[in-house]
């Protein structure tokens, strides 16, 4: 894999707070965890704790569920066309 085909998340362990241009900073996490994301968009965690990889894990299924959950509770109410 490529430097070009894959989005960089740098994240350290001060604060919470979320950065639009790609990093995040969380205060639950020990050290530095980078994810990387291939050309079909499929995370890989890279971190020096296993806390910090599965805290990370966690935030990348729910960030990347949100959607589908939103969507779901839309279609079962019968107000998908809500959705542009």
Known sequence: MTKTMRKTW???AAGVAL?????ALAAALQGPVTVY???FKVPTV???TEHDAI???GYLHAKNRLFQM???R??????VSELR
């Open 19 to 23: 950065v639009l241009a790609g990093t």
């Open 74 to 79: 839309r279609l079962f109410s019968g107000r």
């Open 46 to 48: 890279e971190a020096t």
């Open 10 to 12: 740098n994240l350290a």
């Open 70 to 72: 939103d969507f779901q």
């Open 37 to 39: 994301y291939d050309a």
């Open 55 to 57: 805290y990370m894990q």
